[in-house]
Structures are given as structure tokens and as C-alpha cells.
């Protein structure tokens, strides 16, 4: 009489998993995804578990399996690393062999209650000293002395095994590079901005509500091919999205993180004015609110159908810059000739279909003054840049 092969027990799965248990997420399934990981916890808690594997043991699909995981990496339980085995059996994140399973790390000291507030969609500012405590990726590839790769795997060890004590201690906080000249080498903080990165802000949805520092700081580890083919590739996985009907988008530095542009392998940055149109958009994304902006600058409203605005020209930089417009409160009176000119034919290209006169009139007899309110005395240049008073954009 055989029986079936008992699966190894799992060090610290009781504290794991008492941990999911008493979370309180709002979405059983990855409610259930969450608690399945637990059991395969190390004393780290850290995972090495196929999407398949818990797609059996949780009786779903491998798609529903993935997508939890990517909802719970977004909200903080968890933080997820890609992972290859190379050709002589190490696992490494530099991307080097054959691609495995992630290594998956419950943040079980993660504030509960950050991680229930972003469960429910509410917004949480961010603890910096939690934040770099938990964080095993935020600076992935800056500590070039340290030998990536993991302990050799046993002949036979499946690939979502445990392999290894891997550290979750968090990874020391990088030097300032030194200048060329061999002086003092300037903060982080004034770092120039790769030129892909501003663009591909604007337009990764929702991302008003995201982390711009991390977004910032997974674009800068990757190449300049790899930054134009990320900001090439947004519009059209916002499209993709958008046909499927699907309204929830990961965080903007998960998205890099995971290589997700990766899937638009011939994806390349549009030149102004001939970006292609990503079809509805989401209300509450940054593109509908561009679009909501410019046409109450027009006097009118855009088509909304079924919570999404319906908006059939291409989303440029130039249209994002009325994302970030000020409130209509603090717009300004236009009156100036040139300046009325710039604004007439900015709107007659961006806006269509019938609309009121731009210029109306404001007091009477003697006091009347004929302008309209906009956001800024000229309209954004082709690039999203705003000009100042007096100077033509």
C-alpha cells in the first residue's frame, strides 16, 4: 500500500498564518491566496511557490491567482521579486538564465492597518522608516559588490521550493556616486530626471495617487531603451486594459518592477501630436481629467458613457499638462489679443464637436471686458510645459 508524498512542514507557518488570518482585506480570494502563502513561509517568511501551485491548492485559476498576487503586492502584505535560474542552477534576480518563480515576502511587520486602508482604496501616506524596512527591491541592483545569487539547487528541487536562508534584513542605502571632477558629489535628491520619465508619469493612470519617488527610482535602473520602451508601452497597456474592461491598475513602480512594458516588445515613444488615442478612459485617471479640464476651459463638458470619458483624439503631453491645472478658482481672466489667439486655436484642435463662443464678456458699459478664465496664459507646449506670463508657448 503506497501513500501520497506528505509535503514538508513549513517553518513558521503558524505565525504566518495567523497573521493573514486577521487581516481584513474586503476580497476573499486573495484573502485565500494570502493565507495559502503562509504555509509555505521559511523562517524569513519568505515564499517560493508556483502560481500554479497555489492556483491548486486554492481550487482558482492561474490568472485569478496572478492577479491577487499583484493586489497584494500592491496594497503592502506582500513584496514580490522576479526571479531566473541560470545555467549553472542559481538563482539570481539580475535576470540572468531561465525565468522561475518569484520570491514572495509576507511584510508581516508591515502596519496592519496601512495595509486594510489601501485594501479598502483609501489612500496611505507612507512611513519612510516602514517603508525601507520592508522594501527588498527599492534598491535592487545598486549594491554591485554583493554576489546576487542564491545557494545551488538540489538536482530534482522543483523551482518553487525553498532554497537557502535569504535575508529580509533591509539592503544598506547606496553612496552618492562620486563626481567626475573627484569633489563632493551632489545629493540624490537633485539627480536630473531621465527625460522618458515625466511623460510616462503623466500618463500611467491614476497616478496621482501613486508614490512618484519609487516610480522615479525603478525608472532611473533601467536603460535608456528600456525607459522609451516603458513610456512607449503605457498608452498601449491602458488600451489593452480598457478593452478587457478592467477598471483597477497596479502602482506605476510595480509595473516596472515586474517588466510588464516588457509584453509590447515594439512599443516606442509617440512624437508629439501623434500619440494614438487610448480609447475611453477611466474617470478619476489622469487623462480624464485632462480632458475634463480643457473642456470646461472650452465652456462645455465632455461625453461620458458608463463612467468613462469618451474622448476620440490622441493623448498627448500637451493635453496631460491639464492633469495638474489648478483648481477653476485660481484660473486666470485672458484678455490679452495674442493670448486669446493661442487659446482659440488650442481649443479648435483638442475639442470637438459644437461648443460655445471662447470669449464672453465680463461687467457692463464702460467696465465690460471681453476674455475667458484658463488655467494658465498660454496653452501647454507640445512637450506638457507650461510658459510663463507674457511668453508664447
Excluded at 155 to 178: I, M, N
Excluded at 203 to 227: I, N
Aim: include cysteine; glycine fraction near 8%.
Amino acid at each position: 500500500m503506497t501513500t501520497a508524498k506528505r509535503r514538508p512542514r513549513r517553518i513558521a507557518a503558524d505565525e504566518a498564518h495567523s497573521w493573514a488570518r486577521n487581516l481584513r482585506l474586503g476580497n476573499i480570494h486573495a484573502k485565500l491566496v494570502l493565507s495559502m502563502l503562509s504555509l509555505y513561509v521559511d523562517g524569513n517568511g519568505v515564499c517560493w511557490v508556483s502560481a500554479q501551485a497555489l492556483a491548486e491548492d486554492c481550487e482558482l485559476s492561474d490568472d485569478t491567482v496572478r492577479r491577487r498576487l499583484a493586489w497584494l503586492d500592491e496594497i503592502g502584505a506582500i513584496a514580490r521579486e522576479p526571479q531566473w535560474i541560470d545555467e549553472d542552477g542559481r538563482r539570481n534576480g539580475e535576470r540572468r538564465g531561465k525565468r522561475t518563480t518569484d520570491r514572495i515576502q509576507l511584510l508581516y511587520d508591515a502596519d496592519v492597518d496601512d495595509i486594510e486602508a489601501r485594501a479598502a482604496g483609501h489612500v496611505v501616506a507612507e512611513k519612510r522608516a516602514i517603508s525601507t524596512a520592508i522594501s527588498l527591491r527599492q534598491q535592487r541592483g545598486l549594491n554591485e559588490g554583493q554576489d546576487p545569487a542564491s545557494i545551488r539547487l538540489a538536482s530534482g528541487q522543483p523551482p518553487h521550493c525553498g532554497v537557502g536562508q535569504d535575508s529580509s534584513e533591509p539592503e544598506p542605502e547606496p553612496e552618492s556616486p562620486p563626481t567626475p571632477s573627484g569633489g563632493v558629489s551632489e545629493p540624490a535628491a537633485v539627480l536630473e530626471e531621465p527625460e522618458d520619465f515625466g511623460p510616462a508619469w503623466m500618463s500611467w493612470p491614476g497616478h496621482e495617487v501613486m508614490r512618484r519617488d519609487l516610480a522615479l527610482a525603478e525608472f532611473r535602473l533601467l536603460s535608456l531603451e528600456k525607459q522609451r520602451q516603458c513610456r512607449g508601452a503605457i498608452p498601449l497597456f491602458a488600451k489593452m486594459q480598457n478593452e478587457l474592461g478592467r477598471t483597477h491598475r497596479p502602482n506605476f513602480h510595480l509595473w516596472i518592477r515586474s517588466r510588464g512594458f516588457e509584453e509590447f516588445p515594439n512599443a516606442t515613444p509617440a512624437e508629439p501630436g501623434a500619440a494614438p488615442s487610448i480609447g475611453p478612459i477611466e474617470i478619476g485617471s489622469a487623462p480624464a481629467r485632462a480632458v475634463q479640464t480643457l473642456y470646461a476651459v472650452a465652456r462645455t463638458r465632455p461625453f461620458v458613457n458608463n463612467g468613462r470619458v469618451i474622448y476620440s483624439k490622441p493623448i498627448t503631453p500637451q493635453l496631460l499638462a491639464f492633469a495638474q491645472a489648478p483648481p477653476e478658482s485660481a484660473w486666470i481672466w485672458i484678455e490679452d489679443r495674442q493670448q486669446i489667439a493661442a487659446w482659440s486655436s488650442f481649443v479648435a484642435s483638442h475639442v470637438s464637436g459644437g461648443r460655445p463662443q471662447l470669449v464672453t464678456t465680463r461687467g457692463v458699459g464702460a467696465d465690460a471686458r471681453n476674455g475667458f478664465l484658463a488655467p494658465w496664459h498660454w496653452p501647454p507646449r507640445k512637450d506638457g510645459t507650461i510658459g510663463n506670463t507674457g511668453e508664447a508657448a
